[in-house]
């Protein structure tokens, strides 16, 4: 992969580099770490939005529950609570 430069203020590049002087990284692999931590977050929220939305379907709880066996029945009891 080629080389790029990225253009940042000397604050912000100290930052980068005692954080990844602290991780025992290069601020190469530190950046590095971070896009794909970013990213993972990124889709964790995406995942998590899709989740809520299909849980939140009225009928979807209980048709998991008959197919996957559900939840003991003392949860059963405190989710009709």
Not at 15 to 29: C, D, E, I, K, P
Not at 33 to 54: C, H, P, V, W
Not at 72 to 77: E, G, L, V, Y
């Amino acid at each position: 992969m080629a080389d790029t430069t990225v253009k940042v203020d000397s604050e912000t590049r100290d930052r980068f580099a005692a954080v990844a002087a602290a991780r025992g990284l290069s601020v190469r692999a530190y950046l590095a770490e971070l896009a794909i931590e970013e990213e993972n977050q990124l889709a964790l929220g995406r995942a998590t939005a899709a989740f809520r939305e299909a849980v939140g379907r009225p009928g979807i709880a209980e048709a998991f529950d008959r197919e996957f066996g559900g939840p003991p029945a003392t949860a059963r009891a405190n989710r009709a609570a």
